[in-house]
């Protein structure tokens, strides 16, 4: 059995209709409204203001991080408290958190923090019981996150910082998956 397409009552088929829709290009008139294939320009007082806000963004940033710091240590706190089959809500917004430092840590000057918070937004990405060496690959992330904001180590802490990285990924590997302690 085939199934016939539908036609118009004289027997032929009908046009399809097409509509072409044209939305604005918004961006475009945030940058100096240039035509397609001209370069835009953004005036220098507007550039100018954006880049204090980052500037000043930037110098707030280490304060944020010490905030963001408390926000895991009181996490893991709450995650403590329990057994491990009821720790994973803890974990998981462990993870959230460590999302949000994996992505701003370059933006303002310190991609080694990035680096520490996709270490540990990696970890807690994982289906588990949540062990007591969890916990502790948790604290040493905060901890070494901790380290380098106090120690004000900004870019990417060259051999320290790899040794730093290194080290979480060898707990990770070592204790990662094993049984609670």
Do not use: C
């Not at 995650?79 to 958190?97: D, L, S």
């Not at 990035?114 to 969890?134: C, E, Y």
Request: net charge positive; aromatic share 4%.
């Amino acid at each position: 059995m085939t199934i016939a397409e539908p036609t118009d009552p004289k027997g032929k088929k009908p046009k399809p209709k097409v509509r072409y829709i044209r939305l604005r290009n918004k961006l475009q008139s945030k940058v100096g409204g240039a035509k397609r294939g001209e370069a835009g320009s953004v005036s220098p007082e507007v550039l100018e203001k954006a880049l204090a806000e980052m500037k000043k963004a930037e110098e707030e940033y280490p304060e944020w991080v010490r905030k963001t710091l408390v926000e895991l240590v009181d996490e893991l706190k709450g995650a403590k408290e329990k057994q491990p089959i009821e720790r994973t809500k803890h974990f998981k917004r462990v993870g959230a958190i460590a999302h949000e430092l994996k992505g701003q840590g370059g933006t303002f000057g310190y991609p080694l923090i990035s680096a520490i918070g996709k270490s540990l937004n990696d970890f807690t990405q994982r289906d588990v019981l949540v062990t007591d060496n969890h916990l502790e690959i948790l604290k040493a992330h905060i901890d070494t996150m901790r380290a380098v904001i106090n120690g004000h180590v900004s870019g990417d802490g060259g051999g320290i910082g790899r040794e730093l990285i290194e080290s979480l990924e060898h707990a990770i590997a070592k204790y990662g998956d094993t049984a609670a302690s």
